[in-house]
């Protein structure tokens, strides 16, 4: 059985908000409980961990533990604090709008390669992107049928992880997404296409616009594949 880490412990700086970001009300509850709510309908997972801020407390019926400085020293902590599971999903908290069936096909797509040792969400990239140098002067124009941009949750077998997450705060810090720790050791990746609605909450802006796709949800609107 998996077990499941969600990554809460930022301060939502960006945000604007007087609580840390996963702490900010979110159609009526914390932005945190849309993802918990979200894994517990995932049969797979048997256990969920919590990164926290400082001080604060894990909701009814999941783990807590006190988050990192940064991201990957978080996904750490929570794994050091799971229980046995294998494999791992590991999903921001900041993506409140995740559909169980998306944590599903992810951790389907790992089960079903042997080869792979982690496989993630992701959403094809539909805007042309352009590299350019540190005075913005382009240097080429990529092809964006091979670019995807990557989301969570993000799916790992456990001794993949373990091992990724065993180098020094500065190759923590460079870490954008865990996937990306295992790339570096040669380890095997695989993209699971999913909506663009499982956006990150960034800015108030973003805040806004899930509270938007919840109230449709609410509504009967389907939620997104």
Known sequence: MAVALIVAAGSGERLGASVPKALVPLYGRPMLQWSIDALRRVPAIEEIVVSLPEGAGPPEGVKGVRGGTVRSESVRLALAAAGPGDPVLVHDAARPLLAPQ????????LAGDHGLDAAIAAAPVSDTVKRADAHGKVLETLDRSCLWAVQTPQAFRREALERALAVGPAELARATDDAWLVERLGG????????EQNF???TA?????AELVLAERSAGSAGPD
């Open 102 to 109: 998306v944590a599903e096909r992810v951790l389907g797509a």
């Open 188 to 195: 095997s990746v695989a993209v699971v296409e999913c909506s």
């Open 205 to 209: 802006r973003d805040l806004r616009l």
């Open 200 to 202: 990150k909450v960034t």
